[in-house]
């Protein structure tokens, strides 16, 4: 089973900035959709953004121009640039890959939390 390990989160203030890091244990990023997705308390865990296997990128209204998803396939990392944060993006934040029809989640790994606050 691929592992997928994040890091990089922490405390930030409102305004600062991160960048999380996701490493897969296999090269399957030209294989599948990888993207972020984050779950705040009480809420529902959503996807934020994704980069497919030809690197073209979507992102979440809630975080367009704010963030930005990036591969390094040779490292098996993916990338989440996070700018210009807000409160309301604390959250644990996971990678994991963009299930379809024929496939689901890859086992999720721990996240890593952002906490935004002053």
């Known amino acids: 089973q691929v592992q997928l390990v994040e890091s990089g989160g922490g405390l930030v203030q409102p305004g600062g900035s991160l960048r999380l890091s996701c490493v897969a244990s296999a090269s399957i990023f030209s294989i599948y959709t990888m993207g972020w997705y984050r779950q705040a308390p009480g809420k529902e865990r959503e996807l934020v953004a994704r980069?497919?296997?030809?690197?073209?990128?979507m992102y979440a209204d809630s975080v367009k121009g704010r963030f930005t998803i990036s591969r390094d396939s040779a490292k098996r990392t993916v990338y989440l640039q996070m700018n210009s944060l807000k409160p309301e993006d604390t959250a644990v934040y996971y990678c994991?890959?963009?299930?379809?029809?024929?496939?689901?989640?890859?086992?999720w790994g721990q996240g890593t939390q952002v906490t935004v606050s002053s």
């Open positions: 980069i497919s296997s030809g690197a073209w990128t």
């Open positions: 994991n890959r963009v299930p379809t029809s024929n496939y689901g989640f890859l086992p």
